[in-house]
């Protein structure tokens, strides 16, 4: 249905407003559309319709529609101040009227649109000075903390240097002391000596004698006090060693809590595969787990070498062996055993069999090596081949030059070739 | 406590240093301190720096064949504050900071590296004669005497036979008169021993089932009250030794920090129930210790056992990104304490308000 148009409008002005008053006719104060424009006002409150093509341009901005009490006023403030013939503009075709509705609308839209954008302006101008002021209380708060810091800083430093003032004062005032002590003790000693040179001038005098007593008191006295002084220091404390037995360790590395699993797990797959290395060796089977680790039977021959007991250390070397023969230490102390034993022979052999498996030479074994040589050279010597000994303590002080013990009897070997020869 | 009434860990000084260092102590009765450590050129390094007016000055350097590892002034006199050192080689020497072309003492007292050194008898704290003890990577700890050349006055070392542990750490205690004194020394199995001087025995040992950094008695001077023992892994146990029970040994507590390894422990000289530790992440604790309402109490069979106490964390600051290897409190001045760190840099750190704790 087409809207109906309002014509019983009423409308007042004065030099700067217009008073227009709108009859609702019963329709809902809520159901008013309101647009308007510079030059256009329209009112659409279904079913009715009022239109107006204003006669001279208005503040839109600032006009005012009340709505109510069956019906709606507007207070429209003229743009330019002079009183209207009219409120609508005359002679207006509908090609006119339809430009300015477009034109009205546009402008509407345009102004909807400067609206958001300055409200959006706004807005962020907000944000940022909200910001920057909650960095300033931030700054604030970090130099507050810096400055006490900075304070304490100060004042240790000024304590520093005031005790170190008085620590040089400290010193001055000591030596000032010293000296006079010195010059009081040297003063002391004159005295001293010309009283006992007077007192020898006067040894009949019975007074004499009292009054030498008497200074003779004071001066031990003296001597007395001064030495208490000199502090006792105790001689240095008589020699003495202590054995002592580390909780037992496999690895070399430090002990982690962290790592105690992964090494148990490595153990356990060590044993196990030691345990299907050997299951061919029908021997073994009655011996305990840790019996069939030649790591544990060299700790084990250490030991029994340790309390002088060879024949069982070379039994526990020879099992060892049995196990893995390619270890050089398990040949080395084997040798060390035939040598306590005197098998020399079996020492020559274990320690030319340990010789070759430390091959590689290197830094690392050179102590295992330089062992190596003195025992077969010692092997040698006692066999009477002192050549050949002589030529392994050679070998041996090659390695290790600073050893006294073994240049020593290289020498003695020296001398006992030189010795056979002259004869 | 609010945060503004704690103490406070304030980096005074750093100093930025062109060599690994691994140690440094204060000269005693002085605003000096010296740092060891070794050149990228394999040499060892002594240098004496002063604070002056808020920096250091380097007044002296001392350059030798082997990089120094650990150094106190503990057994020295007040007058002559001689510093002992120990070196990568197994060497210890005594040097006169003043003089320092040859060493006062000299002996390779071990086959490999001493991990650490310690002294007692000296700077007029504590009685008896001046010693110095070192711990080695060969696994033996040995006393030695100034006056005594050549030969330890103790030598603490494994049986014949057994496999060596390195020993890492090792502290004097006990030294109220001229006879008593105890060594306390950590290995790297875990295992932390008391070594009994005046009986010349093993006093106490146990596990602490890490590799055991460091170990400090809060006073060398006192019949021995605390000990702390740092590892790895970032724990740390402080014993409580006035009370020994045959079988338990000394009530201890322990407590994890620093998520990695507790590098050393300092107590502060001016009072025994502050310490701070140092720690694998470049981080430091301030700590301290409340006693027990009962130090000692009887167990289930009447024998006296002790009670540890606890705990409480006062202040931590992290102040480089490498461990902090070394720590020294100023025996002069409450609060101020040097540290090194395997960043090359040495600190001077000032740490407030500890008289009101």
Redesign the interface.
Known sequence: MPPLQIKDYSWQQTESAVYLSLPLRGVRPGNADIFCTENYLKVNYPPFLFEAFLYAPIDDINSKAKIGNDAIVFTLFKKEIGMWEALSLASVDKEMMQRIREKSVLQAQAKAKELTEAKAVTKREDERYALKIMMEIEENERKKIED??EN??QK??K???A??EQ?KNAAVEEEKIEKELKMCQQKKQIEKEIKKSQDKKTTNHIKSMKSKNFTKGKNAKIIFSEKLKDDY???????????????P?VFP??????QVAEEEEWLHKQAEARRIMNEDIPELHDLKEEEKNPEWLK?KG??L??TENYLAAINAYNLAIRLNNKIPSLYLNRAACHLKLKNLHKTIEDSSKALELLIPHVADNANARMKAHVRRGTAFCQLELYVEGLQDYEAALKIDPSNKVVRKDAEKIRNIIQGTELE | MTA?EKP?I?A?IQKSLNYTVFDCKWVP???KFVTLGNYARGTGVIQLYE?Q??DVTLLREIEKAKPFKCGTFGAASLQQRYLATGDFDGNLNVWNLEAPLTPVYSVKGHKEIINAIDGVGGLGIGE????IVTGSRD?TVK?W?S??KD????????????????CWTVAFGNAYN?EERVVCAG?????V?L?D?KN???RW?T?I???VCSVEFDRKDISMNKLVATS??GKFHVFDMRTQHPTKGFASVSEKAHKSTVWQVRHLPQNREIFMTAGGAGALHLWKYEYPVQRSKKDSEGVEMGVAGSVSLLQNVTLSTQPISSLDWSP??R??CVCSAFDQTVRVL?V?KLNKV
């Open positions: 006490l810091k304490e800083r240790a430093t304590e520093l240097e005790w170190k620590q220091v105790p001689a240095p404390r008589s020699t003495g060693n202590i054995k002592i037995q580390f909780t360790r590395t430090a002990l982690r809590e962290s700790d250490n030991k070498f340790g | 503004f406070q304030i005074h009765c002085s605003a604070i007016h808020g008896g004669a001046p010693e696994g006393v005497d006056r005594q030969i330890p006055v103790a030598n603490m070392e494994p049986v014949q036979g057994e496999s060596k542990r390195d001229q290995y790297d199995n875990g295992d021993k070594f001087l010349m025995s093993l040992e596990n089932k890490n590799g790895l892994e002069d001045k609060g101020l000032i407030t």
